[in-house]
Each structure stands twice: as structure tokens, then as C-alpha cells.
């Protein structure tokens, strides 16, 4: 019984990864850069969430939506402000003001919210299930996280694969240049997956503070790190290798933590990256990509 | 043209933002009041803690609590005929920021320290007060890192060995379990400290350790695994000897996995009932280590309750006590050893290491509290229980 409830709390820890994971593989896949302000979106996302559960007292369907709404647009502006300027500067330039962004985000926060940390209320009332005789419970927190995943993962491959936009954001991630000479309007098509990125990165915050309730202006950075690591486990750039990457890093953290030793779970998690990294230097999904000189 | 202009802008914002930051948290270092203008002679007494952050109850406590017993001198004649001044800074309980704060206090003339609060940041800072002879007393940070070495630092609160020894004791004779699991900081001395006693002392007195399990500070908000190998080897009693933010996931994540043993936090639980949004119904029944209890009945304690109440709002907690303590120990050694604020640092520093081993002193936190030259003190702990959202002391 014990393996099956660290396997679930795992799923529901890598289903939150994944979903942060999205944010920084997309953001990569088509404006071929790290977005490293994208864990700080997260804080956000929860702090809002919270502001409005706490503060106006709205039911938690509308806190999120209300989250959703404004880190989309936050997305959208800090896109339009740090990153388009620097399209056609180096990768280097773009990542260090991506790093620059990510700490303004979090003294903004610092001095808004201040840095007392809050206990934050489970958006998901519902208790969960115990099956077995009790012997195995699964929490209400850990069914929605790795459903609304896989939702989310499933609703995304379809918008790519399927729509005007998401056909353009693949033109775009092919060949930026090429996808211009046939009409396609490029920075919109980044903004947009800036948008649907930081989107995400509201119910990923909701939802991740839902599970480990406790929340600060550096709340969103080390499950940042982690779903940049689990983005690249599972080859960065592709949606379905976020989601294997993510729930991977997951069950491999609370596995380790359980069997091996809960002080070396973070060391184990990135020894198995490193080894991944050795033997496919891709990651799992990730495809060749042949430099033309 | 444009673009350059849009990157000014947002280094522009960037920057204010930093500096911003700065700036708030040096506004609420120095209350104007505090700050001793007339250039009149007094003794500078500084203080150091996390008024902001995790710890923030302890640090404001600590601050708070300080001002009302420098008040209480003050207005009574201040100590040899001199009157105090009082300076706190923030640290945010980080050892890099409590060097800051300690630079900008000898900036200001510091003296005598009363801090800091937490133990990792007291370590940063009691190596460099040894180093400029500063006599320093702080009133919580329990590590025994604190005070090695450093003849100049003494401990108001008990020390981790003597709470890690003390909590395993306590357990054992009152029968509250049988099967110990532990959780706790392995990035923390204070944790760790305390651990490892608790571990030593538990053997001697046969309570059997189930589980062990460790985190660290990059990996804090997640426990259910931890709390299910407790939960598998069946562990009845958790000892947490951690701070009280991670202690209210703990007590939340236990409650959401239907885990309920019995609680037993020591002296870094004491706050738990002011985390902003916790659920406080989760803290019944939570044992905690504690010299001091706010609903105790003498006529000191009532005495400082009422007056903190008045002044902050909200119930003291013991940290707060044990720095209003600390300045009434201070004034005592000072007075013992005859001083005027004229001495240099280095012969306060070294007429009070001498004194405080002659004090001994009655205060909130304790009957006939005395110090050893280690800078340890000795006096009794006591456990309290948190029943219907307040402490009540068991016996």
C-alpha cells in the first residue's frame, strides 16, 4: 500500500512539474529561449488566487479564472517589454534579462505582499477517496492535479496539431524566418504562447500551492527549477516530453525521498537527469536537430 | 532608437525596484524615537532578528518586547544613572543579512547585542562580535554554534542539547508515546542540533525510534512522504523540532492524509497559532517547549502580557519573554560590574562576561536563572499544549 500512495503523490507532484514544464517548453520551442521568469509567474498566479479567495471571498472557479485572466495578460506585457525588444539580440542578452525579470517579480512581490509567508487554502474542497478499507487514501488535491494535467496536455497536442494558430506557432518553431514569407505574423504567434504559457502558469501556481500550502514571493522558483529540469528530461521543446519529464521527476523525487534517503531526494533527482542527459543528450522526446552552417 | 529607450525603461524600473526594496526595509529598522539625537551619553543597545520572513513572529516578538523593558528602565532611572538606547534591524533570519544589519549597528554606535533571534543567522554574527569584542546575549537562538568559541555570547533561551535531552524526558516519563518519528531540517543547525540529542537521550530512556526521516530548506513545503514512512512504520508520536511555517504544513498535510498522531514541537513551534490563514483547529492537542506561558499567574507575567497587549496587540510568545528578560539580566551585570557607558566596547565586553556568571536572576522565563562561562543557561523548561486556539501548561 505504501509504494501505491508514494506512486500517487508522486503522479500529483510531476503533473504540477509538467504543467509548469509546458510554460518553458513552448516558450523555448518557438521563441527559442528560457523564460526563466516563469516560476515567478506562478508566485503570482497563487498570490492572486489567494488575494481573491481571502479578500473578496469568491468561490475558487472564479479566484482562478480571475489569475488565469490577469498573468496572461502579465505574460503578454512582460513579453512585449523585456523580450520583443531583444528578438534579434544574442540568446545570452535574452536570458540574463529573463533572469533579470524573474527577481523583479519577486521583489515586487516582497514589497506588495510582503515576505510572511501565508497558508494557503486548497482551491479543491473535496476530501478525496479511500480505497481499500482506508488503507490507501488518495487526496482530493491529487486526482484533480493529474487530471486537469492530463486535460491540459491533451487539450494543447489538439490546438497545436489542429487550429490556424497552432499550426502557425509549429511554422514558427520550424523556421521563423520561412514562416514570415508565408504570412504568418510572428510576434503575434510568440505572444500568444507567452499568453497560453503564463495562463497555464496560474493553475499550475493554484494547484501547487493547493497540495504544499504555503506561499511566498520565492515560492514559484524551486518548482521553476524543477520543471526547467523536468522540460528538459523530457526534451525540451516538445509538449508531450514535458508532461513524460515532468511526471518522471515527480515520481523519482518522492520514490527517492521514500526508499533511499529523504535528505538526498534533490541530489537523486538531478543524478538521473545528468545520466539521461549522457545517454540522450535530447532528452527522452526530444529530436535531432541538424545545425545548417 | 525605441528599443534602447524601452530597455532603459525597464532597467530603470528594475533598479528602483531594488532599490525600493532597500528602502523598506531600512524604514522600519529605526523609529525616530529610538535614535538618540541629543547627543547625550547613553547606552546603545542593539538589536538583531527577522521582523519580515519566516520567522517574523520571533523577530517582532524579540523587538517588541525589548522597547517595553527599555521603556520600564528608562522610566525608572535607567541603568547606573544612564538611560538606553534601543536600535533593531531586520535580518529575515538570513546569516548574510544579519552581518549587515550587525555592520550598520556598530555604525551606529552599538555596545552591547541583544540578538539575533534565529540560530544560523546568531552563528554569522556572534564570530564577528567575538572578533570586535561585543557583548552579546541573545535571546533565542539555541545552537550550541552560537556560543563555542565565542566567550563574549550567552543564551537566554536553553540550549538545543538541553532541549533535544529535555523533550525526550518528558516524553518518556508522561507515557505520550511509545513510537517516535522524527522530522527534521538536515539544513539547519538548530534542527539538526536538536535531533541529535533528542535521538541520544531517547535511547537512554527506551523510547523507540520508528522512523527517521530528514528535509532541507530547498525542499520544504512537501512532507506527505515523510509523514507516510512515519505514518507506515507506525510512529504515535512525531517529534518536529523545526520553525513553525513548515510546522503548519506538517500539521495540514498530516490532517489531509487522515494522519493523526500525537505532535510534539519544541521551542520553534512557539508562533504556529499566528501563521496568517492557518487553519488553528489543526494545532489541538500539539505539545510544545516553552519557559514561559502567557496565561501564567504571576504578577510579572501578567504584568508583561498586559502591557505587550496594549502596545503591539496579540499574545507574547516566548521569545519575547526571554528578551525582556535579556535586558533586565544586562542591566543587572552592568550594574554588578559598575560600568558607565564611557568604557570602551572591549571593557563592557569583558566586565559583563565576568558579571553575567555572577547574576542570578528572576524573570519571566525562569526561577534563579545562572550562566555558565560556555554562555549556556540553566533553568527549567516547561511543555504547554494548545487547547481550544491558546497554551495551557501541563505538568
Not at chain 1, 133 to 145: H, V
Not at chain 1, 192 to 212: D, E, K, N, R, V
Request: proline share 3%; charged share 15%; hydrophobic share 45%.
Amino acid at each position: 500500500m505504501g509504494f501505491l500512495t508514494y506512486l500517487i503523490n508522486g503522479l500529483s507532484l510531476g503533473s504540477v512539474y509538467a504543467i509548469i514544464a509546458l510554460g518553458y517548453t513552448m516558450v523555448y520551442g518557438i521563441a527559442k529561449m528560457l523564460n526563466f521568469a516563469h516560476g515567478d509567474v506562478i508566485m503570482v498566479g497563487a498570490y492572486l488566487v489567494f488575494m481573491c479567495m481571502s479578500n473578496t471571498g469568491s468561490p475558487a472557479i472564479v479566484s482562478i479564472v480571475i489569475s488565469i485572466v490577469c498573468c496572461t495578460a502579465l505574460g503578454m506585457i512582460i513579453e512585449k517589454i523585456a523580450y520583443k525588444p531583444l528578438r534579434r539580440a544574442t540568446n545570452l542578452a535574452v536570458l540574463i534579462t529573463a533572469i533579470g525579470v524573474s527577481y523583479f517579480l519577486q521583489n515586487m512581490a516582497l514589497l506588495i505582499f510582503g515576505s510572511n509567508p501565508v497558508s494557503f487554502t486548497s482551491v479543491i474542497k473535496w476530501q478525496g477517496i479511500a480505497l481499500a478499507g482506508g488503507q490507501l487514501k488518495i487526496t482530493g488535491n491529487a486526482i484533480i492535479t493529474i487530471i486537469t494535467c492530463l486535460i491540459i496536455m491533451f487539450a494543447l497536442m489538439w490546438f497545436v496539431k489542429n487550429t490556424k494558430p497552432g499550426q502557425a506557432m509549429r511554422a514558427v518553431s520550424e523556421d521563423k524566418d520561412a514562416a514570415v514569407l508565408m504570412g504568418i505574423n510572428v510576434n503575434a504567434t510568440i505572444s500568444l504562447t507567452f499568453a497560453i504559457g503564463s495562463g497555464l502558469a496560474a493553475i499550475a501556481g493554484a494547484l501547487l500551492c493547493s497540495s504544499y500550502p504555503s506561499l511566498t514571493p520565492y515560492t514559484g522558483s524551486m518548482p521553476g527549477i524543477k520543471a526547467f529540469t523536468a522540460a528538459v528530461f523530457g526534451g525540451i521543446g516538445s509538449i508531450p516530453g514535458a508532461l513524460i519529464g515532468g511526471l518522471l521527476l515527480g515520481i523519482i523525487e518522492i520514490l527517492a525521498k521514500a526508499y533511499i534517503s529523504s535528505q538526498l531526494a534533490d541530489a537523486i533527482v538531478f543524478a538521473v537527469l545528468i545520466i539521461v542527459l549522457l545517454v540522450k543528450p535530447t532528452g527522452i522526446l526530444g529530436k535531432q536537430i541538424k545545425e545548417k552552417v | 532608437m525605441k528599443k534602447r529607450l524601452f530597455s532603459l525603461g525597464l532597467c530603470a524600473a528594475m533598479a528602483a525596484s531594488l532599490f525600493a526594496g532597500c528602502g523598506n526595509n531600512s524604514s522600519s529598522e529605526v523609529s525616530p524615537e529610538n535614535v538618540d539625537t541629543s547627543g547625550e551619553l547613553t547606552w546603545r543597545i542593539g538589536g538583531i532578528g527577522p521582523t519580515t520572513g519566516g520567522a517574523a513572529q520571533y523577530g517582532q516578538g524579540v523587538m517588541n518586547a525589548i522597547q517595553i523593558a527599555v521603556d520600564e528602565v528608562n522610566a525608572a532611572g535607567g541603568i547606573n544613572g544612564y538611560q538606553i538606547s534601543f536600535n533593531f534591524q531586520d535580518d529575515e533570519a538570513d546569516p548574510q543579512k544579519s552581518v549587515n544589519a550587525y555592520n550598520t549597528l556598530k555604525d551606529w554606535g552599538m555596545q552591547i547585542l541583544e540578538g539575533t533571534v534565529t540560530s544560523g543567522a546568531c552563528a554569522a554574527v556572534s564570530a564577528e562580535t567575538y572578533n570586535d569584542r561585543i557583548f552579546q546575549l541573545t535571546p533565542s537562538a539555541s545552537s550550541t554554534s552560537v556560543t563555542e568559541g565565542h566567550d563574549n555570547t550567552f543564551q537566554i533561551c536553553f540550549s538545543d542539547p538541553n532541549q533535544g535531552t529535555v523533550s525526550a524526558d518528558y516524553i518518556a516519563e508522561n507515557a505520550l508515546g511509545t513510537k517516535i518519528g522524527i522530522i527534521y531540517d538536515s539544513s539547519d543547525p538548530y534542527s539538526s542540533g536538536v535531533y541529535q540529542n533528542f535521538a541520544t537521550e531517547a535511547t537512554n530512556v527506551g523510547l523507540e525510534i520508528v522512523a527517521t526521516e530528514a528535509f532541507t530548506a530547498d525542499n520544504k513545503t512537501d512532507f506527505s512522504t515523510q509523514l507516510q514512512k512515519c505514518k507506515d512504520a507506525g510512529a504515535d508520536l512525531l517529534f518536529l523540532p523545526f520553525y513553525y511555517t513548515e510546522g503548519s504544513i506538517v500539521l495540514t498535510q498530516a490532517n489531509q492524509m487522515g494522519y493523526a498522531p500525537t505532535m510534539f514541537g519544541v521551542d520553534g513551534f512557539d508562533g504556529l497559532l499566528g501563521v496568517e490563514n492557518f487553519d488553528v483547529s489543526l494545532a489541538e492537542g500539539v505539545y510544545l517547549l516553552t519557559p514561559f506561558a502567557a496565561d501564567a499567574e504571576d504578577e510579572a507575567t501578567q504584568s508583561f502580557v498586559s502591557k505587550y497587549e496594549e502596545q503591539f496587540g496579540g499574545t507574547p510568545n516566548q521569545f519575547a519573554a526571554d528578551a525582556y528578560d535579556g535586558v533586565y539580566i544586562i542591566k543587572e551585570a552592568l550594574e554588578a560590574a559598575d560600568l558607565t557607558p564611557e568604557a570602551s566596547n572591549e571593557e563592557i565586553c569583558e566586565a559583563l562576561i565576568s558579571a553575567i556568571q555572577n547574576v542570578n536572576y528572576n524573570g519571566l522565563t525562569g526561577e534563579n536563572m545562572t550562566w555558565n562561562a560556555a554562555g549556556e543557561v540553566s533553568k527549567e523548561p516547561k511543555a504547554v499544549i494548545i487547547q481550544n486556539g491558546g497554551y495551557v501548561s501541563v505538568q
